[in-house]
Each structure stands twice: as structure tokens, then as C-alpha cells.
């Protein structure tokens, strides 16, 4: 994440997120990979965070490397991937020892990005070290999510020995929700410790990722529902695209050779 985000949640971020439909995310990934004759090998885990989906890549024997910014949530993640390649690094700015065969961006980190610029270096930063022909899959949370649900609403839950108290802020002319989430930890003593975390997340259009998807030099494969992966909709709440690294005959077409 930019930013270096998720610092004490990190320790509760499991708890809170357990809906979360990882499984059902990897059965549309893996059937995108399939469509798009993909095999592959090596996959990175961009914005990793404590590893869940990392984990169920290698659980289906994938390589992986997950990258992440917080040192929190990778400490968790390695608690997972005792064996796997882990990096603490920015996805606006990485640096990796060789190329990977696809990679994935999911529960809506992108959002973390500040504007365009910053979306199309992570892109570009992707581009570089994709395989020809490889997918790289990320989700968004759209514009219609965060002024139909988020808004300037609170939400609070439980889960064990923790709870959070979350509430937003949604600036529409810029298009920016800032959260700011009261957490609570249960100790041994059994006091509740109280933390504090300020997250900021930027409403992308469709139209301002395809645009950054072709600046990068990716194409744009596809993109789709997050709910039932067909078509977008103007309602639709997360959305999903799959860009793809150009091949070597499509870098010639478009960059003809002068002698």
C-alpha cells in the first residue's frame, strides 16, 4: 500500500475480513487465465497485505512473491508463507530480480493510489516485469460504491476480542474517502487498548483506468462485475479488469523496426 498503511490493524486485519470472497475471486482469476491461454507459473501478489490470497496461490502450487509496503502486514503474511519470496515495497515503485507470469492487485488497493499519474506508474512498474502475454488482474471499488454506500456514513463491528468503530468522509470533487477507524483490542488483562488509523482511498472511473491501462503500455483484456463478473454496470460496486502484457509481434507492429 502507499503510504506505508495498515499498521496496527494489521493485527485484527484477518479478523474483520474473513468475508471476504477470496476463493471466488481465484475461481474468476483462474478462469481469465484459461481464456486467455495463460499457464502460469510465477505469480505476484502486489499489495499482498497478510497474505490470504498469496496463500491460496501457493496452496494450489503457484510460485509466489507477495509485495506490500507495511512491514505489519507482511510480518502476518509471513506467518502464512514461511517459504515464500516477501518484499517490503512501494507498488507505485518496485523492484523485482526477474520477470513473473501474471500478477494481481485485489480488495481494492489500487484506490490507494493518489490520481491517474500514480496509477499508471504501478501499471507501467507492472508492464516491466510481466511476461509477454501475461494477465495482470485488479479490482476497484467504483464511484457509485463510494457515494452510495460509503458517504459520510459509520459502520461498527465486532469480532472476538475486537471491534472497530469506522467512519467516512467522501469529498466528491475530488473524489476522495478518507476513513478514519477506532479499533479496539482486547488484552489479557482485559482492558481494550484503542487504536487509531486515518485511510485515505481515490474513486476511479472506468474510463480513467482503461486510459492508464493503454499509458502503460498494458492492454486492456477485460473488465467486469465484481459480483457476478459479467458486464459493468453503472451500478456496479467493484469492478475487475485484466490487462495483459503485448506481445512481441504486437510491440513489432507498433513500434516497426527502421532497417
Not at 512501494?90 to 526477474?98: A, I, N, Q, V
Not at 493510489?113 to 502475454?133: I, S
Amino acid at each position: 500500500m502507499p503510504g506505508g498503511v495498515y499498521g496496527s490493524f494489521a493485527q485484527v486485519y484477518d479478523r474483520f475480513m474473513s468475508g471476504t470472497p477470496y476463493k471466488k475471486w481465484f475461481a474468476f482469476i483462474k478462469r481469465l487465465w484459461a481464456e486467455n491461454a495463460q499457464s502460469p507459473g510465477l505469480v505476484l501478489d502486489l499489495a499482498c497485505g497478510t497474505g490470504t490470497f498469496t496463500k491460496i496461490l501457493a496452496d494450489e502450487d503457484y510460485d509466489v512473491i507477495g509485495l506490500d509496503a507495511s512491514p505489519d502486514m507482511l510480518a502476518a503474511a509471513r506467518q502464512k508463507l514461511p517459504g515464500a519470496l516477501l518484499t517490503c515495497q512501494d507498488m507505485r515503485r518496485f523492484e523485482l530480480y526477474g520477470t513473473v507470469d501474471a500478477a494481481v492487485c485485489l480488495c481494492d488497493s489500487v484506490n490507494y493510489l493518489r490520481g491517474e499519474d500514480e496509477l499508471t506508474a504501478m501499471l507501467a512498474c507492472v508492464n516491466n516485469y510481466l511476461n509477454p502475454g501475461g494477465l495482470f488482474v485488479f479490482d476497484i471499488k467504483t464511484v457509485f460504491k463510494f457515494e452510495s454506500m460509503f458517504g459520510d456514513n459509520t459502520f461498527a463491528d465486532a469480532a472476538g476480542d475486537a471491534a472497530y468503530i469506522w467512519s467516512n468522509r467522501y469529498d466528491g470533487a475530488a473524489r476522495v474517502n478518507t476513513y478514519k477507524v477506532d479499533f479496539f483490542v482486547r488484552r489479557e488483562s482485559g482492558l481494550y487498548e484503542r487504536f487509531t488509523e486515518i485511510h485515505r482511498q481515490k474513486a476511479f472511473t472506468v474510463g480513467e483506468v482503461t486510459a492508464a491501462i493503454e499509458k502503460s503500455g498494458l492492454a486492456l483484456a477485460g473488465c467486469y462485475d465484481g459480483n457476478g463478473f459479467g458486464a459493468v454496470t453503472e451500478k456496479s460496486k467493484r469492478v475487475f479488469f485484466a490487462a495483459r502484457e503485448k506481445t512481441k509481434s504486437e510491440y513489432s507492429r507498433k513500434f516497426p523496426l527502421s532497417f
